[in-house]
């Protein structure tokens, strides 16, 4: 039972526009949620979190946004940059060191 | 310095060999974690110890074992692998919060290749 969703396996973006990725969750106990970035043969890199008690958290380019309600949450990068072609996970965790991670979006970004 | 490092970054062993890998943070992190990741599949957590005790074992084969020497170390014994267990072994760390959680920092992996 996949808990965390990422239902584009990839997305692909003019350099200096928006990229908008998207996550969904299932399990109403996931109360912390975070963004990596994956490079190929690499491991994955910490981008931005954001806790069930904030609707947004931003961090330069990157915004994360959270409707727990629809149990959704995006990430936006403005203006995307060639150097964010990328695998992105979303992961979520409920309360203690576990995170569960969604299936992943490829970004490509178009010069 | 929020790097985590892994060695060996490639390793080839055959089914009937043991081997171990290792990982190394010098963050002051009392969690670390390791995951398996394999082709186009996201990374699965396989274990988790906090102040060097297991806290998560996601119900690994016993020919997976890990080992916490210290805060700062973090092993993962091999020992009559399959071909199945070829993956990317990640190894993170993170800060301890109680009934939460921080944000895992990842080392590069061990490509692992089981013959």
């Known amino acids: 039972d996949q808990q965390v969703k990422q239902n584009s396996p990839s997305l692909s973006v003019q350099e200096g526009r928006i990229s908008i990725l998207n996550c969904d969750y299932t399990?109403?106990?996931?109360?912390?949620f975070l963004w990596y970035k994956k490079y190929p043969a690499e491991g994955p890199t910490f981008l931005i979190s954001?806790?069930?008690?904030?609707d947004k958290n931003e961090d330069g380019r990157f915004t994360v946004f959270l409707n727990k309600s629809a149990k959704h949450l995006s990430l936006h990068i403005v203006p995307s940059q060639p150097g964010d072609s990328a695998v992105y996970f979303c992961?979520?965790?409920?309360?203690?060191?576990?995170?569960?991670f969604g299936t992943g979006t490829r970004l490509t970004i178009i010069p | 310095d929020t790097e985590v490092t892994q060695t060996p970054k490639h390793l080839v062993m055959g089914m009937t060999n043991k081997k171990s890998l290792k990982c190394e943070q010098h963050?002051?992190?009392?969690?670390m974690y390791w995951y398996k990741q394999k082709a186009k599949k996201p990374p699965e957590l396989m274990f988790v110890?906090?102040?060097?005790?297991?806290?998560i074992n996601e119900s690994v084969p016993s020919r997976f074992s890990p080992e916490c020497p210290n805060s700062s170390l973090l092993n993962l014994h091999l020992h009559a692998l399959q071909p199945e267990d070829s993956a990317l072994y990640l190894c993170?760390?993170?800060?301890?919060?109680?009934?939460?959680?921080?944000?895992?920092?990842f080392g590069p992996g061990t490509r692992l290749t089981v013959t």
């Open positions: 993170a760390s993170s800060q301890v919060r109680l009934a939460a959680a921080y944000e895992q920092y």
């Open positions: 399990n109403s106990m996931f109360d912390y």
């Open positions: 954001i806790s069930s008690i904030k």
């Open positions: 992961a979520a965790s409920g309360g203690n060191e576990k995170l569960t």
């Open positions: 963050m002051g992190h009392r969690a």
């Open positions: 110890y906090s102040y060097e005790k297991l806290s």
